[in-house]
């Protein structure tokens, strides 16, 4: 058992993935909380419409289904320029939901739930 959290404390140990590590532990965090927002903000703008609920949940489940082709085509490229390619995607796409201020606009948040959840992938 000591030998694990040795392991464990060396490799957070290297300072280059202990960054990683950082950022993508923070990052996961804000989703959550992107997805906890979201929902609040539907259920205040639609007024508790059940549709509303059910279209973004196919918007953060659907992109799960090309998971598969994805991971080809990712395994072909540069991890690195994925990273900053999807990262970089992600910062001007999270933005989309500050333009939602009616129930006229929802489908904005929608497509941005469509495509974080696919740009996670």
């Known amino acids: 058992m000591n030998d694990h959290k040795a392991g464990i404390f060396t490799v957070l140990g290297n300072r280059n993935f202990a ?9 996961k965090v804000g989703d959550n909380f992107a997805v906890v927002a ?14 509303a609920v059910v279209v973004i949940a196919a918007a953060l489940t659907v992109p799960q289904l090309f998971a598969l082709a994805s991971g080809v085509l990712v395994d072909r490229l540069s991890r690195k320029t994925i990273m900053i390619v999807t990262d970089l995607l992600r910062a001007g796409v999270v933005l989309l939901p500050l333009l939602v201020s009616r129930a006229g606009h929802l489908y904005i948040l929608y497509i941005a739930a469509f495509l974080l959840i696919d740009i996670q992938r």
Do not use: F
């Not at 990683?20 to 990052?27: D, F």
């Not at 979201?38 to 549709?51: D, F, K, M, P, Y």
């Open 19 to 27: 960054a990683l590590w950082l950022g993508q532990l923070l990052s």
């Open 38 to 51: 979201a929902l609040v903000l539907i259920n205040e703008l639609a007024r508790g419409s059940g549709l």
